[in-house]
């Protein structure tokens, strides 16, 4: 496996479910990102993690919880979900800079997900 | 919080055209990014541009840091590249990790 792989590819959940999103990066990364695009609405930033450290949550509800046990893996746990949570889930890693600022993004293909 | 536009949102032209999108934001940035996303949703990176001009093959990308503006530019366009390209700006940060702000993109359509 090469770069950014995301699964599952595509989920269908209900309110009351309790599933995991999984992101792993093969590029020897040590940042990483979920984001989250909904219809008609524009890319939008969720969390942040760098050198596994939780650095941004971008007002996301409680009901999305990140985890990244180490700097190739990332996990997004999701329960109660509402069906305005549906959306595609998209995962990216980068090279932090020393300098500071970001560097180039390399995305995963997504997790589309339904919720009922 | 950074704002950032695109325009157009939607742009149809004629195989061999050139083309431009333009992208404009509200506050100092680290870098901007030029994201193509195709259909079925997986995005790829195309610039990223801190000053000046870059180019590759028939996509040229520039950016003017005084005026906060961004030019995507396409030679010779081809019905392959239709796509939707996303224009996202980083902001300083302090730990080099910088979560992206987007634009909400233009969708590209270029007719044989």
């Known amino acids: 496996e090469t770069g950014v792989t995301q699964t599952p590819r595509h989920l269908v959940m209900g309110m009351t479910n309790k599933k995991s999103l999984k992101c792993e990066q093969h590029l020897g990364h040590n940042a990483m990102y979920w984001y989250k695009q909904s219809a008609k609405k524009p890319l939008e930033l969720m969390f942040v993690y760098n050198f596994k450290e939780q650095t941004e949550n971008n007002s996301v509800p409680s009901r999305f919880s990140p985890e990244c046990p180490n700097s190739s893996h990332l996990f997004l746990h999701l329960h109660t979900l509402q069906p305005e949570d549906s959306a595609l889930y998209l995962c990216a890693s980068s090279q932090p800079r020393t300098s500071g600022g970001a560097d180039e993004q390399f995305f995963g293909p997504g997790t589309r997900l339904t919720v009922l | 919080k950074n704002e950032v536009e695109q325009s157009p949102q939607n742009l149809t032209a004629q195989e061999g055209e050139f083309i431009t999108i333009n992208c404009s934001y509200s506050v100092g940035i680290s870098a901007l990014h030029w994201l193509q996303q195709h259909p079925g949703g997986g995005i790829v990176s195309l610039f990223m541009?801190?000053?000046g001009k870059k180019k590759h093959g028939r996509l040229i990308a520039t950016i003017n840091i005084q005026e906060k503006h961004s030019s995507l530019h396409i030679t010779a366009s081809h019905p392959r590249d239709s796509a939707v390209y996303i224009c996202?700006?980083?902001?300083?940060?302090?730990?080099?990790?910088?979560?992206?702000?987007f634009g909400k993109g233009t969708h590209l359509i270029i007719q044989p």
């Open positions: 541009l801190s000053s």
């Open positions: 996202a700006v980083g902001q300083y940060s302090g730990g080099g990790a910088d979560g992206l702000t």
